[in-house]
């Protein structure tokens, strides 16, 4: 679906984290300290993906730390990585998945960084799959479900 320039309704709603894999993992090898791993282990975040105007949002809110980005479609934007990264960011839509390539200037020698979001069983499930391209082994799986839409946060 190249061009796409929005995403398709079952990708738009409130989601709940209910199981994370390989977490842990994934944070080390991106050079989290042990203390904000361990907190980020014992999160259960919501995230709220919206869009308007061919703008889409997503936000991750946590008890410890929320995040808000907002993008276009195929256009790279900087991002602020909840690890602590900045990244040139490319969002792309791939069928029922939004896909964004996070690389950080090579300077850094941080790890570029892939987020798969696959929706199933019409929008009422998402997967959330990060990798690590430089690393195959590195896979974290996140399982997120459907749940009523929140009200904004002011």
Do not use: W
């Not at 790279?76 to 200037?105: N, S």
């Not at 974290?140 to 946060?153: F, N």
Request: charged content about 25%.
């Amino acid at each position: 679906m190249a061009g796409q320039d929005t995403i398709p309704d079952i990708m738009v709603g409130d989601f709940q984290m209910e199981s994370s894999e390989g977490f842990d993992e994934l944070m080390y090898e991106l050079g989290v300290n042990i203390f904000t791993r361990k907190i980020g282990n014992s999160l259960y975040p919501l995230q709220q993906i919206r869009t308007q105007d061919g703008e889409i949002t997503v936000e991750t809110l946590t008890s410890f730390k929320n995040t808000k980005i907002v993008f276009k479609l195929g256009t790279a934007f900087e991002e602020y990585t909840a690890d602590g990264r900045y990244t040139q960011t490319v969002a792309t839509v791939e069928g029922d998945k939004l896909v964004k390539i996070q690389t950080p200037d090579a300077s850094t020698g941080y790890h570029t960084t892939q987020e798969v979001r696959e929706f199933k069983e019409d929008g009422a499930v998402m997967m959330l799959i990060l990798t690590i391209p430089a690393k195959p082994e590195i896979v974290c799986t996140r399982l997120y479900k459907r749940v009523e839409q929140q009200q904004p946060a002011q």
